[in-house]
């Protein structure tokens, strides 16, 4: 469960696009074990700073460190062995469209291990049984559902077996079922292997469903507006606007 | 149909009456006939009387408001509309919407323009030359450690570049043969020369035509896919997770597409080269010449440094096909639209750089007297 020291310390962070920021000194801590939740109105900048988090997209300023290591400073092998620590899930799933779903899952093994052919397939398969996809190991991504895609796309994520997993957007486009079989299954994933979670979104049931802990960003004032259990923040938050994103409320149009 | 009447009130003001169905089909007239005679009524209050509108929908909201815009506040008002289209008419700020509240960016000088397209050659440059130097090192790499090039890919990849160009490639180059034997055997003939159209074939294909040709198919077939495949990457962020996986994007897509370039481009040259000989062949023989006759003059002009002429030029069209296409294939932004620039752009660069590099190798091979 929660406990110990941060597995990321993200310090002083600014991020933007052409030095224009979008998020500015921005600071806070994953715990390990933990489901950790970044939420925000749209365009607020939450899958750009995930981006920043897994050292795709260079900040303007500041540092991520995964579990000691800064990601932003780290170049060839120092970096490699960052990247094995996490896992992504992207919004789109982006499972390579040529390859079956135990191809996709087998990757990361091939590359990574110097396991057998059988020995990697056994484990791929393990991966997908895990997120209930072990019948679809034959099947190409197009010929899944996009809920399939995801989650063959978290046992990709997970092939290495990383300590943390990022999630950008996991129920964006999914049906209210489907999503929250997905909530289930970071949830299950979360409590029996004890993977730290690190997911973006702004579904509010999601939210509920799973999150030990958010923090919420906004661009108003280019940064986090408030941190911590999204159930105490619905009704004890002393700004407006949060009060208001956990009661999806909508704001009075200007007049 | 919508009409207007227009009459003056008692008390001076001049009223226009519209009446009927006021939509998008049926306002046009009514429109400026109410603007004219808001304008001719310049020095009156005026009242839009809408009493006998029977339907009003947003094309009609936009005649009144536009009516009404068209003196300062108060001077026109709309009277008597009814309560459903008043609802629809009290959604908007007239002085509001009849000014447009997002205009057009400023256009731009002509020096900033300059600059800006100076500044993206420049990162253009740049973003070349990191790509030539990384993948010049995984190809380095590749060659150190072959176990590491994913071969299943790079076979997969040989026969799509390869053999399905096959048809193609054997079309054009036996039509550049015959055209070629026979645009040049007519004037020949004259001359009584028709034999040395064979030394023309035998030269100009082995040594310019044949690679170059192949290598212009190439870039339109596969560079184009190249671009295309891994443009579509880049959109569905697979590009990104193989980066997050920490696994080198130029290693993983573009040494698999350079490598089967290499092994293909060669081949595909040298049955282009013969295919064509094969097209002038069957051309001279309406003019003659046995194939026989075509075989010995093409073997006593062509010797082996013409033919390594072209077939060392071919390794290296191949990896500038292969190259330009996977780099526009990365350069890719987001949307279908970027695919398809990213397409047009590697063939386009393809071309140019061929024709470019083909005359550099022109003036090194007449230095070097090959």
Redesign the interface.
């Known amino acids: 469960m929660v406990s110990g020291q941060p597995i990321i310390r993200v310090r002083d962070l600014t991020v933007g696009y052409a030095d224009v920021p979008l998020l500015e000194h921005v600071s806070f801590d994953v715990r390990p074990g933990e489901i950790f939740v970044i939420l925000g109105g749209s365009g607020s900048g939450k899958s750009t700073l995930l981006k920043h988090m897994?050292?795709?997209d260079e900040p303007i300023g500041g540092s991520v460190l995964i579990d000691g290591a800064d990601i932003v400073a780290a170049r060839g092998d120092a970096?490699?062995a960052i990247?094995?620590k996490?896992g992504?899930m992207?919004?789109?799933g982006?499972?390579?469209?040529s390859m079956t779903l135990a191809q996709n899952v087998r990757?990361?093994l091939e590359?990574?291990t110097d396991l057998t052919s059988d020995e990697i397939e056994l484990i791929a398969r393990m991966k997908l049984s895990l997120v209930g996809l072990a019948l679809f190991t034959g099947h190409l991504p197009a010929e899944v559902s996009g809920g399939m895609q995801k989650r063959a796309a978290i046992a990709?994520a997970m092939a290495l077996d990383p300590m943390i997993l990022f999630l950008d957007e996991p129920s964006a486009g999914l049906d209210p079922i489907t999503s929250a079989e997905l909530d289930a299954l970071i949830k299950r994933l979360s409590r029996n292997l004890g993977v730290t979670f690190v997911v973006v979104t702004h579904e509010l049931p999601s939210i509920f469903a799973i999150a030990d802990r958010v923090i919420m960003i906004d661009r108003r004032v280019k940064g986090i507006i408030a941190e911590g259990d999204p159930r105490k923040l619905r009704t004890e938050s002393t700004d407006p606007w949060v009060r208001q994103f956990f009661n999806r409320e909508a704001e009075p149009l200007p007049t | 149909m919508a009409t207007l009447a227009i009459s003056d009130a008692p008390d001076g003001r001049r009223v226009l009456a519209l009446s009927g169905r006021l939509d998008a089909n049926s306002i046009r007239r009514v429109w400026a006939e109410g603007r004219a005679a808001i304008a001719a009524a310049s020095r009156q209050r005026v009242v839009v009387d809408a009493t006998n509108v029977d339907y009003c929908d947003g094309a009609g909201i936009a005649l009144l408001v536009d009516l009404i815009a068209q003196r300062k506040p108060g001077d026109v008002q709309v009277a008597n509309l009814a309560p459903a289209f008043e609802a629809l008419l009290s959604q908007f700020d007239v002085r509001e919407v009849e000014r447009d509240q997002d205009p057009p960016p400023r256009p731009r000088g002509g020096i900033e323009d300059i600059g800006i397209i100076a500044a993206g050659i420049g990162n253009d440059l740049r973003d070349q030359v990191v790509f030539v130097g990384e993948t010049a090192a995984a190809l380095w790499y590749a060659l150190l450690h072959p176990a590491s090039v994913r071969w299943k890919d790079v076979w997969r990849i040989c026969e799509r570049v390869g053999a399905d160009a096959l048809p193609i490639v054997a079309l054009i180059s036996f039509l550049l043969g015959v055209i070629l034997a026979f645009q040049s055997a007519i004037p020949m003939r004259r001359f009584g020369a028709e034999i040395f159209v064979a030394d023309l074939i035998g030269l100009a294909m082995l040594r310019e035509l044949g690679p170059l040709m192949t290598a212009i198919l190439l870039a339109g077939r596969s560079g184009a896919a190249f671009a295309a495949e891994i443009g579509t990457?880049t959109v569905?962020?697979?590009v990104?997770?193989l980066?997050?996986?920490?696994?080198d994007p130029v290693r993983f897509l573009v040494t698999p597409r350079i490598i089967a370039a290499l092994l293909m481009t060669p081949l595909l040259t040298l049955f282009a080269d013969l295919i064509s000989l094969l097209g002038g062949a069957l051309t001279l023989q309406s003019f003659s010449i046995p194939f026989v006759t075509f075989v010995h003059e093409v073997e006593a002009i062509v010797d082996y440094s013409d033919f390594m002429a072209g077939f060392v030029k071919s390794f290296v069209f191949a990896i500038l096909i292969a190259g330009i296409g996977c780099l526009r294939g990365l350069q890719t932004t987001a949307g279908a639209s970027s695919v398809g620039n990213a397409a047009t752009r590697a063939v386009v660069s393809g071309i140019v750089l061929l024709v470019a590099v083909d005359g550099i190798f022109a003036v090194v091979y007449y230095l070097l007297d090959i």
């Open positions: 897994i050292g795709l970096r490699r990247l094995r996490i992504v992207y919004q789109s982006a499972l390579f469209g990757l990361p590359e990574y990709r | 990457m569905n962020q697979e990104d997770a980066t997050t996986m920490g696994l």
